[in-house]
């Protein structure tokens, strides 16, 4: 499958900036540039060009408007994440809307121990790209503490969580437009913790929790755990979860609480836009039906405006805004939160009876790091890597797979998305790139009625010879099953 781009045409009659523009749009197209690169400053095009400061400037301001570069502040013009109109994203899921059993954990635990294997091509777990994490930093200021603050840093610290990371969690959350103190939030053991916090707060067994379909594996197995039923809702994949279909899923079923994954859901990449994001509150919160979202990756935004969170439309306190430093900082430290508006007491509770308490000294060290005032530098590095990586690994699944073949188009995160032509099974598929020393997830994990047989989740965060060697490998043994 080929990626077309048809190419530009210079007009004659293009003011000097329009040429500029057109140039480096040409080379944007041809890939000279890529996305996630830096092109040329404004003083060096205008040396390269010989034209003036202000023409490159209303160049970069052009090309800025069709969506091509973007700006940093205080480090340069960017090519954008762009992907291939002429393929299309995968099919907009269509699971029938009764609720349904959860029965996953066998097919998970079976997975789960090759996708963690590092002698393996890494395109199973969605795990960050360990080499853009602070591992030193972190690392650093944790064993200062230790030394600084021994005996503090080795007490529990009971829920509702280490005050000091409160306090730079609830400052974060202003970007995503939500305000929220220190005292509304809990700590926990990741965002998995918090999650299950949420469902157990808002559900007993039996009952019924809308999700969307696909959605995270680990969302499915802590309702699995619990006996909860799942509500699967279609899901758009730039757009997220269908509110009219909810609405009447809604309406045909009791349900106890409603599960989003509102930016950049893993493994389908959509992010509901604010319009909707708003209306989904109004809905739910008319019903007294109380909202879990997971904003685990919003802040890998490729854009550059971090997407609002649900929670910043909050009037009554019925949305649960879980999110953790998993995918930016540091999953091994396992330092997740919520913040549980109304449920607050009660999870503060639970969270206590279940784990009396989060880990301290990776709470103390997330907290001074966040403090130090790196993180700001550090995700803007991140963010670009991740849309540069994500782009390649598009092109080359575009390149490699065979025809049929549709992928999802992130704004952000590291996941994508992939249907493959009918014929294919991703489990059959799976097993044969473990031959191959390749792991990937098979679209079976996302669903509870074992939906997405012919999908796959790739995890793109990395790019490299041997990813890109894995990817055309795992094509061929595509192909050779259509
Ligand atoms: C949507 C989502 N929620 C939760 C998790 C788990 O996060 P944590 O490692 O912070 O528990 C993941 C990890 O991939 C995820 O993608």
């Not at 060096?44 to 940093?72: D, N």
């Amino acid at each position: 499958m080929e990626m077309t781009t048809a190419p530009r045409k210079l007009h004659k009659n293009s003011k000097l900036y329009e040429q500029v523009a057109e140039h480096i749009a040409r080379m944007i197209d041809t890939q000279t540039y890529r996305a996630g690169e830096r092109i040329p400053s404004v003083r060096e095009m205008s040396i390269q060009k010989r034209v003036s400061v202000s023409t490159v400037l209303q160049a970069y301001g052009l090309l800025e408007s069709q969506g091509l570069i973007e700006a940093k502040p205080q480090s340069g013009y960017y090519v954008r994440a762009r992907f291939s109109k002429s393929v299309p994203v995968p099919d907009i899921s269509s699971p029938q809307c009764d609720p349904t059993k959860v029965n996953i954990h066998e097919l998970t635990m079976m997975i789960m121990k090759d996708i963690f294997n590092p002698n393996l091509v890494p395109l199973g777990a969605a795990t960050p790209n360990s080499s853009l994490l602070p591992a030193d930093k972190l690392n650093r200021i944790l064993a200062s503490i230790a030394r600084r603050k021994s005996v503090d840093s080795i007490k529990y610290d009971i829920p509702p969580g280490y005050m000091p990371l409160r306090i730079q969690i609830a400052r974060k959350a202003v970007k995503a437009g939500a305000s929220f103190g220190p005292d509304e939030i809990i700590t926990t053991n990741g965002c998995i913790e918090a999650i299950d916090l949420c469902l157990r707060a808002t559900c007993k067994a039996g009952d019924t929790v809308a999700i969307e379909s696909p959605t995270y594996f680990g969302i499915l197995q802590s309702m699995e755990s619990m006996g909860l039923k799942a509500l699967e809702i279609p899901t758009h994949p730039s757009e997220g979860i269908n509110i009219d279909t909810l609405m009447f899923a809604i309406e045909q079923t009791p349900v106890k609480a409603c599960l989003v994954i509102s930016n950049y859901n893993n493994p389908l990449g959509s992010c509901i836009p604010d319009e909707n994001k708003k209306r989904l509150v109004r809905l739910l919160e008319g019903l007294d039906i109380p909202l879990i979202e997971v904003d685990i990756s919003g802040e890998l935004h490729f854009a550059d405006i971090r997407p609002t969170v649900c929670k910043a439309y909050d009037k009554k306190g019925l949305v649960l805004l879980c999110s953790s430093f998993s995918k930016t900082l540091c999953p091994g430290y396992r330092v997740g939160w919520v913040a549980a508006g109304r449920y607050q007491s009660k999870i503060e509770w639970l969270k206590f009876t279940f784990s009396l308490a989060t880990a301290t000294l990776p709470q103390m060290a997330v907290a001074e790091y966040l403090q130090s005032g790196g993180y700001e530098l550090h995700m803007r590095k991140v963010r670009r890597a991740y849309a540069y990586n994500v782009s390649r690994m598009y092109e080359a699944v575009i390149r490699h797979f065979p025809e049929g073949t549709r992928v999802s188009r992130p704004d952000g995160g590291f996941v994508l998305w992939i249907q493959m032509p009918e014929t294919v099974d991703s489990l059959i598929l799976y097993k044969q790139a473990l031959q191959a020393g390749i792991t990937l997830s098979p679209g079976y994990l996302f669903s509870a009625t074992k939906r997405y047989k012919n999908y796959i989740r790739l995890n793109a965060s990395r790019w490299s010879d041997d990813i890109n060697r894995g990817v055309i490998r795992l094509g061929e043994i595509v192909e050779k099953m259509v």
